[in-house]
């Protein structure tokens, strides 16, 4: 029904900046959703990054990426961006952005749709 694909991973050194991308298709009101980022590392479970809701005035971060990344999204494009700065090894995982199609308030709604994901890798 609604289709979620990441893109801009790729391998960044230590100190780099890197900047994903996600593009919604399929039957949805994209500018009614609140979205999300997650990243999952070898042998860990999947993390919560960041959130956004449909207007872009409530942000979320973990703590791990507070002051270095920064979520954003453009509703007429259907897009959700994701700027990661200062980067650190510990950053590395694949990446994915998820799609709430309601949000009441605090930090974790429930998510509805997922990406496959895109592979960031950061070097020392």
Do not use: H
Not at 13 to 32: E, I, K, P
Not at 86 to 105: F, H, L, Q
Request: positive net charge; hydrophobic residues 35%; proline residues 3%.
């Amino acid at each position: 029904q609604v289709q979620l694909v990441e893109s801009g991973g790729g391998l960044v050194q230590a100190g780099g900046s890197l900047r994903l991308s996600c593009a919604a298709s399929g039957r949805t009101t994209f500018s009614s959703y609140a979205m999300g980022w997650f990243r999952q590392a070898p042998g860990k479970e999947r993390e919560f990054v960041a959130f956004v809701n449909w207007n872009g005035a409530i942000t979320y971060y973990a703590d791990s990426v507070k002051g270095r990344f920064t979520i954003s999204r453009d509703n007429a494009k259907n897009t959700v961006n994701l700027q990661m700065n200062r980067m650190k090894p510990e950053d590395t995982a694949v990446y994915y952005c998820a799609a709430a199609r309601t949000y009441s308030g605090g930090p974790r709604p429930q998510y509805d749709y997922w990406g496959q994901g895109t592979q960031v890798t950061v070097s020392s």
